[in-house]
């Protein structure tokens, strides 16, 4: 599955920011879906995932209460909603179809081209 997203931009810290990523073909509802994080001089890390129906989700520590991950079979897109943002905040994002629903790099099956996410204080 070929992925793009697509929402990132500048924002002052406790702004919000709405990242997209649409996926070609039909097999979107296949994947569980998620969002990883790479900031300067920092490894990719894990910031939400979302089962195939999008009854479950999992958020790392950080984002919890302020981001929400939310899916649209019938659009083959994923969203991140962003709130209070914070300059730690900042970062690459970067969408994931997943093998399985988890939480590792392992898990993903197929990247999207990044997002830059830049959040001023």
């Known amino acids: 599955v070929q992925l793009q997203a697509s929402g990132g931009g500048l924002v002052q810290a406790g702004g919000s920011l709405r990242l997209s990523c649409v996926a070609s073909?039909?097999?979107?509802?296949?994947?569980?879906m998620g969002w990883f994080r790479q900031a300067p001089g920092k490894e990719r890390e894990f910031v939400a995932v979302?089962?195939?129906?999008?009854?479950?989700?999992y958020y790392t520590d950080s984002v919890k209460g302020r981001f929400t991950i939310s899916r649209d079979n019938a659009k083959n897109t994923q969203y991140l909603q962003m709130s209070s943002l914070k300059p730690e905040d900042t970062a690459v994002y970067y969408c994931?179809?997943?093998?399985?629903?988890?939480?590792?790099?392992?898990?993903?099956?197929?990247w999207g081209q990044g997002t830059q996410v830049t959040v001023s204080s």
């Open positions: 979302i089962s195939l129906s999008g009854t479950s989700t």
């Open positions: 994931a179809a997943l093998r399985a629903f988890g939480s590792s790099s392992g898990d993903v099956g197929s």
């Open positions: 073909g039909r097999t979107f509802r296949r994947y569980p």
